[in-house]
């Protein structure tokens, strides 16, 4: 075990739809990273937040929004959902800010579906 | 198109066999590779990192080896395990928030 949690483990939402997917970093691990992963596809990059501050996105709209809390806990908000937005979510929590040799820990994921 | 490629796309290999997956990458600068497990309906486990000055690196039965010239990468499994039946995923960093992954090769070890 990584030591992330992510809940719920499984969601259904309808189209249109927001959603609040969580999860709770390792203790004392400043940065956390989202991933979306397609069925059969790597894992893409959302963003990232280092002590609360969002500092890295990827190729994501504003609809895909973030916080991250003093608990090492964080979220990602999905707003205006989309059919292509059914994926396995992962949170992947680090020590650092992503450096060249920092291991990330991954959660087990939330299975989103949208119908 | 996706800049890290990894082949096969799944290998099935009986019990006690050895593997090797292939990680190819286009991605530049480089900072590191990782290679990642990935069990079915769970999140990645990381198995192994190299930087530019690595040229392999072991981790128990699992031994990556990295051609920073060619951008080429590969995963070997020595004498596989059942428990090995998991996706294997390339991992090429170009940045602290540029991590571009593979595809992953799906591997089935069979008894």
């Keep these: 075990e990584t030591g992330v949690t992510q809940s719920p483990t499984h969601l259904i939402k309808t189209r249109g739809q927001q959603v609040t997917l969580r999860c709770s970093s390792q203790s004392g691990h400043n940065t956390v990273s989202w991933y979306q992963q397609a069925l059969g596809q790597g894992p893409q990059f959302i963003f990232q937040y280092y002590r609360e501050e969002e500092n890295g996105r990827g190729n994501f709209p504003p609809r895909f929004s973030g916080l991250q809390f003093p608990n090492y806990s964080s979220e990602l908000n999905v707003n205006a959902l989309e059919l292509d937005d059914s994926a396995l979510y992962l949170c992947a929590s680090s020590l650092l800010a992503g450096g060249p040799t920092d291991t990330q820990y991954f959660g087990p994921g939330t299975r989103l579906t949208v119908l | ?111």
């Design chain 2, 1 to 111: 198109k996706n800049q890290v490629e990894q082949s096969p796309q799944s290998l099935i290999i009986l019990e006690g066999k050895n593997c090797t997956l292939q990680c190819n990458y286009t991605v530049s600068p480089f900072s590191n590779l990782r290679w990642y497990k990935q069990d079915t309906g769970r999140g990645p486990v990381s198995l192994t990192i190299m930087t530019f000055s690595e040229n392999t690196k072991s981790n128990g039965r699992y031994t990556a080896t990295l051609d920073a010239d060619t951008k080429q990468s590969s995963l070997h499994i020595t004498a596989s395990q059942l428990s090995d039946s998991a996706s294997y995923i390339c991992v090429v960093s170009a940045g602290i928030h540029d991590m571009r992954f593979g595809a992953g090769t799906r591997l089935t070890v069979k008894p």
